[in-house]
């Protein structure tokens, strides 16, 4: 009233500010707080209160100015604007899907240049370890399970849709890093923390699903996958372990285990090993992405003489073709999705 004299009364009332407060709801802190907020159109209130249109539209134009002008005398809130690691790598994870699944290439330019700049500013130059939080050109704070769950599994993903094995290389160095500084070697269980962090008190370990993936069943799919990549199998058996100690709760709550679950239906029904090998295979990889495979690793390597156990002895041909594999032990390859597709079924119902 001391800002808008005799407009204070029909302000007000347009815009349901009361002594009272319009926004309580059970927080004791907001008694008499408004939030300015129109419960009926301009014309319609005016009408109501037999004030005429025009009259009405000068007072609220009129006081608008004079409130905002009293409102940036006030300090405002603190702005949260600090880029986190794994919500980025999430994202980054959700672009591979939807090139893959769609075929548009601004989702995949965006996961190669996201990811790059995780890498560039999030990792530690000199030790490796990757950074929670970045902001004003500064990282900070150990990343957490999490972090490098959702970035190696980004980076898995990523190699899947550029066919760049540099991406694999670089899984595989966060995830060595994870097994030496979060793993619990009596239950092979990772902790939240890294083991460099010396202000925790209690290091704790997750493995519900909650608001996002649980970090140790992220991690644990991407150990089991790398360790079919580059044929590890004390990688295998890290991931084996987790799943036989979870296996009960899994089955009885798969709800709380999602991503557990996946992996356990994974380990049970087998994991397709698909290769797409030869001059040009980035076109042919695509078609194959586009296709539902769920429990898959798959590589279109896009540099030729690729020294990893799925590629070895696969010379790059032209056209194209799509090798389908299970331990190493490949199928006659194919030249066609549908015909991937035909022996995948094939090989399941056998």
């Not at 802190?29 to 009408?47: C, D, P, V, Y």
């Not at 002008?69 to 591979?96: F, H, Q, V, Y």
């Not at 372990?241 to 709760?249: G, P």
Request: with cysteine.
């Amino acid at each position: 009233k001391t800002l808008l004299n005799d407009d204070a009364e029909v302000f007000n009332e347009f815009f349901d500010i009361s002594v009272a407060g319009n926004w309580f709801e059970g927080i004791p802190s907001a008694k008499g707080k408004n939030i300015l907020r129109t419960k009926t159109r301009l014309e319609i209130f005016a009408g109501e209160k037999n004030i005429p249109v025009e009259k009405l539209r000068n007072i609220i134009q009129k006081g608008k100015p004079i409130l905002l002008s009293e409102r940036n005398r006030r300090i405002r809130p603190a702005l949260d604007d600090k880029i986190i690691l794994g919500w980025n790598a999430l994202m980054n994870t959700a672009c591979s899907k939807a090139f893959a699944a769609t075929g548009e290439e601004q989702y995949r330019q965006l996961a190669i240049v996201n990811m790059k700049f995780l890498l560039e500013h999030f990792q530690n130059a000199k030790d490796k370890f990757l950074y929670h939080t970045w902001k004003n050109n500064e990282p900070k704070n150990f990343g957490f399970l999490d972090d490098y769950a959702f970035v190696v599994q980004a980076l898995l993903n990523l190699q899947e849709i550029t066919g760049d094995v540099d991406w694999l290389f670089k899984a595989r160095e966060l995830t060595e890093y994870v097994i030496e500084n979060f793993m619990d070697r009596e239950t092979s269980f990772l902790f939240f923390t890294d083991k460099r962090q010396k202000d925790v008190i209690l290091r704790k370990k997750e493995i519900y699903d909650g608001a996002t993936p649980s970090g140790n069943a992220t991690m644990a799919y991407n150990v089991y996958h790398l360790s079919i990549i580059f044929n590890f199998p004390e990688w295998k058996i890290i991931a084996e372990n987790m799943i036989t100690s979870l296996a009960r709760v899994i089955t009885q709550y798969p709800t709380s285990f999602g991503v557990w679950s996946m992996l356990f239906m994974e380990m049970v029904c087998g994991t397709e090993e698909i290769a797409v090998v030869g001059k040009n295979n980035s076109s042919l990889g695509e078609q194959v992405l586009a296709q539902y495979i769920p429990h898959k690793v798959f590589m279109a390597p896009s540099k030729p003489n690729v020294e990893l156990p799925l590629l070895v002895g696969k010379t790059p041909t032209n056209p194209p073709l799509i090798y389908l594999c299970r331990a190493y032990s490949c199928l006659n390859p194919v030249t066609e999705a549908s015909q991937l597709l035909e022996l995948i079924n094939k090989a399941n119902k056998n």
